[in-house]
């Protein structure tokens, strides 16, 4: 899935993103807006995960959908 339909069905999958990373505010999650980069960058600093680390959370998430 490419960034273009991520960002099409963000507000259907955001729920589960809420779910899989608790920590991320609603506001964290609307600025990623289906962004994998965004997204990944939120992580790292959430969570404290190295660049790689996150990005393949962030692929292996939206490889589900």
Request: aromatic share 10%; charged share 45%; net charge negative.
């Amino acid at each position: 899935m490419n960034n273009d339909q991520i960002a099409g069905k963000w507000k259907q999958i955001k729920g589960e993103a809420k779910v899989q990373w608790g920590k991320l505010t609603d506001d964290e999650l609307d600025i990623a807006d289906g962004h994998k980069d965004k997204l990944a960058g939120k992580i790292q600093e959430r969570y404290g995960r190295t660049k790689e680390e996150a990005e393949r959370e962030v692929d292996d998430f939206f490889s589900r959908y």
